[in-house]
């Protein structure tokens, strides 16, 4: 698996200020090993990994035996060939590198959404960073993903209000991708993650790369960054043999090489 689930899994080890407080939809089959999550893989050709957690006694609450439990799951994952893409969501009443949101994303519930490449939320998700309320501020990312998320003035307003806003308002903002009627969340990331499993995995992660470094470079620097990316991925065979399919009107046939 590309390196874009280890990254985010790493940190989500960040201690949050508030516990995670998150809802998804039902009717998975339960995992084995594991004791505060299911894992199972997903999609016609079996290659996203879905992890759910599976806590509902405590709200699906992030302790450190789940995190220790997340990372070993996301490491099977990785050392999967087949696995392309990972949805990560919640169980009964509880939380959506796809966060499949739904009911309350609060404080490191929120923080821990943000850390995923993609938001779906449920229409009746609420997001929020509420730590001002118990005399702290977000602990795990929270003022700085969401200022670069929302913009500075919405940013402050939630962080000096503890206010919380709807999915709309939050996809409106730029926080959450697509809103989709709760139960059906979990299944459109899932479709979303096949999308992405069924591309090239090694293109796919020079992709993140590309993009997240707009967050971190100026824009002539991240010009630079993605004409090496770009340039780097005509070395690939997959490249090659995507140009000639083109050419010859067929459908590509990837290697992964």
Do not use: W
Not at 98 to 104: C, D, P, Q
Request: glycine share 10%; net charge positive.
């Amino acid at each position: 698996m590309s390196s874009r689930c280890r990254s985010a899994i790493r940190l989500l080890q960040i201690p949050s200020a508030l516990p995670v407080r998150l809802t998804a939809a039902r009717g998975y089959g339960a995992g084995s090993q594991y004791q505060y999550i299911i894992v199972e893989k997903k999609g016609e050709k079996q290659n996203v990994g879905l992890i759910q957690l599976n806590r509902p006694k405590a709200l699906n609450a992030l302790c450190d035996s789940l995190m220790r439990e997340l990372n070993q799951a996301v490491e099977t994952f990785e050392d999967d060939p087949e696995i392309g893409a990972m949805v990560l969501t919640g169980s009964e009443r509880a939380f959506a590198v796809i966060a499949a949101v739904n009911g309350f994303a609060l404080g490191g519930g929120c923080e821990l959404a943000m850390m995923c490449d993609i938001i779906y939320a449920g229409e009746k998700a609420q997001f929020g960073q509420p730590e001002i309320l118990l005399g702290t501020i977000p602990g795990a990312g929270g003022t700085q993903r969401l200022t670069r998320a929302v913009g500075k003035s919405l940013a402050m307003e939630m962080v000096f209000t503890g206010d919380r806003i709807s999915a709309q308002t939050a996809k409106e903002a730029g926080l959450v991708s697509k809103v989709y009627p709760v139960f059906e969340v979990v299944e459109e990331a899932i479709k979303c993650g096949e999308k992405i499993a069924g591309n090239l995995k090694l293109i796919t992660a020079i992709a993140k790369e590309a993009v997240n470094a707009a967050f971190e470079l100026s824009l002539t620097e991240g010009n630079r960054l993605e004409k090496r990316l770009f340039h780097m991925t005509f070395a690939t065979k997959d490249q090659k043999e995507g140009m000639t399919a083109f050419v010859e009107k067929r459908k590509a046939v990837f290697s992964n090489q």
